[in-house]
């Protein structure tokens, strides 16, 4: 292993750090990377058609994928890969994303990181790699695809129309439009914190994050690869 | 007998067009400064001998061909409606427990033409289901995208989608006839008279006739049709036991739109835009009063300690 790197990198491929000025850390495999913006192209996708025949004054977009029936056709099929890809995203990362006690913490003094003063309480500081509002981010994205994915297939007509009762039918079409409706809040959630803490799109764009932001936002994260410390387990 | 309709003069006809659409889907439309008559059929459930002439004159106006089926062991043939059966006999075989009389209820199913149709509300295509001054609820197919939403909305199982064309079909009160004056082909082709068309008020007097007949007959419960939960409705039926429609091929006793399709065509849609809006705003306004979260110098020297300190 060549010198400017340390040990961590054995136990866990694409996170490893790299001495020098600024230092850099590797955040995310090449492999995470592309899941990730597969996953996103799906996301962005679905939300636009299925914004589209969700409120008439919306239906214009349907344009974007060559007119109402197509869209209609479409939807469901990018809905499909879009699971899939999700699911990659999934094992890669669920065990990162259990919940800790410091979380609750976290989450308990939302206030202070909103107010970007974060960094002036210890105990907002140890941070793993994720912290509580990345974590929340995750679950609720994989609790709403679930139930999108699952309400989806109920009025998928072109295939599914005759498993379900049109009382079911309609309770899928509902559910559907609410998780569409917190999925859409949660990405902009998401999109927004990556913009707003910044140094983080470079994470999913290189793959790499400075030392600083790691020390900064996932200071416990930054230990551990330093030191090779008690991972993946966390 | 109700006077046939004479087949009028044809060169004095006009189609029906945008100035005579009360409602369009997905969209708002201006009230037509003139209002058409409400028209209305009639199937007198008393009156049909099961026949299918009606049946056959609907296949052979709109030019339809059911595919050979199967026989499910009844005289329902096709067994329900079909893309291309926009219109089927049910025929149900009920014992009278009063009588204990076999009854043989013949009904024609088939679309209501909703005052307030549950199809047109939970449309998402701009103007791929209207509905004219008359009553009539019709499918505009090149606008339809076959997304099935009609057939949650209607409260009486009715459009249909076909395999061939993703597209909705159902009855259309033969439309393209009504509006150059012509009665619909259905009606025309009853032997019986079983099913009238005229204005919904002709049609609401012809009932009371005919039900005034059937409680000098002794069917003390017989009555119209005509829902109030979905506005009345322009295809109406006289039934010899109007206290038990469902009896009749489960006719559906008080008709409305689903509680679940008001809300995701209602609130839903303003909620929803409302809560995305929100959170949209919420990241817009913290970002302009907070300002970005920087890595500063101190954290940049403070990771390249740590890291050198480990080696
Ligand atoms: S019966 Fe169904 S399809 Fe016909 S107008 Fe009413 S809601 Fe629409
Ligand atoms: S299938 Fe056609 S008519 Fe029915 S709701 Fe969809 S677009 Fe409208
Ligand atoms: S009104 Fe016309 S379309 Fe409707 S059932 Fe009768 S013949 Fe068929």
């Known amino acids: 292993m060549s010198a400017d790197e340390m040990r961590a990198d054995e136990a866990k491929p694409g996170e490893s750090v790299h001495r020098g000025d600024p230092v850099v850390v590797d955040r995310y495999t090449a492999g995470a990377r592309i899941n990730h913006w597969i996953t996103a192209a799906c996301l962005i996708l679905l939300a636009i058609s299925g914004m589209a025949l969700f409120h008439p004054s919306l239906f214009g977009l349907t344009a974007l994928f060559g007119g109402g029936q197509a869209t209609r056709a479409i939807h469901p099929w990018i809905g499909v890969v879009l699971f899939f890809s999700f699911s990659g995203l999934f094992l890669r990362f669920w065990r990162l994303n259990l919940w800790k006690g410091a979380d609750t913490t976290w989450l308990a003094r939302l206030n202070k990181v909103l107010g970007n003063r974060d960094h002036e309480d210890p105990d907002l500081v140890e941070i793993g790699k994720y912290n509580a509002g990345q974590k929340m981010v995750f679950w609720g994205m994989t609790l709403l695809i679930l139930t999108l994915i699952g309400s989806g297939l109920v009025i998928w007509d072109e295939y599914f129309a005759s498993y379900t009762t049109i009382t079911q039918k309609r309770l899928a079409v509902l559910l559907h439009a609410g998780a569409a409706v917190a999925i859409i809040c949660i990405w902009i959630v998401h999109v927004y914190a990556a913009i707003w803490v910044r140094g983080t799109i470079s994470a999913m764009t290189k793959g790499q994050v400075t030392g600083g932001w790691a020390w900064r936002h996932h200071r416990k994260w930054l230990r551990e690869l330093v030191t090779g410390g008690p991972r993946p387990a966390e | ?311």
Request: glycine share 8%; charged share 20%; net charge positive.
């Open chain 2, 1 to 311: 007998m109700f006077p046939p309709i004479p087949n009028p003069d044809l060169k004095a006809a006009t189609k029906f067009g945008e100035k005579d659409l009360i409602r369009r889907s997905a969209s708002r439309v201006a009230e037509p400064a003139q209002k058409l008559t409400p028209m209305a059929k009639l199937i007198d459930v008393s009156k049909c001998i099961g026949c299918k002439a009606c049946q056959s004159a609907c296949l052979e106006w709109n030019d339809l061909r059911e595919p050979v089926g199967f026989n499910d062991g009844t005289y329902n043939n096709p067994p329900d409606l079909t893309p291309t059966s926009l219109t089927v006999m049910k025929f149900t075989e009920w014992v009278n427990p009063e009588t204990r009389n076999l009854e043989w209820l013949i009904r024609k199913d088939g679309c209501m033409h909703c005052a307030d149709p549950g199809c047109l509300k939970a449309c998402p295509a701009p103007g791929a289901i209207v509905q004219y001054s008359n009553g009539i609820v019709d499918f505009v197919h090149e606008n339809c995208i076959g997304c099935g939403y009609c057939v949650k909305g209607c409260p009486f199982n009715i459009p249909r989608i076909s395999k061939a064309d993703s597209k909705a079909y159902k009855c259309t009160l033969c439309s393209d006839r009504v509006s150059v004056g012509q009665g619909p082909a259905c009606a025309k082709a009853c032997p019986t008279q079983a099913i009238v068309f005229g204005t919904k008020d002709e049609m609401k007097q012809w009932a009371d006739g005919r039900i005034k007949d059937l409680k000098s007959r002794g069917y003390k419960n017989a009555g119209l049709y005509d829902p109030p939960g979905v506005g009345g409705t322009h295809v109406m039926y006289v039934l010899h036991h109007a206290d038990q429609p469902e009896i009749y091929a489960g006719l559906p006793r008080d008709p409305r739109i689903s509680p679940l399709v008001e809300i995701w065509k209602g609130v839903a849609k303003y909620a929803g835009l409302a809560v995305m809006g929100a959170f949209a705003v919420f990241g817009v306004l913290h970002h302009a009063v907070m300002g970005p979260n920087r890595v500063t110098r101190e954290d940049e020297s403070a990771a390249k300690q740590l890291t050198e300190t480990q080696s």
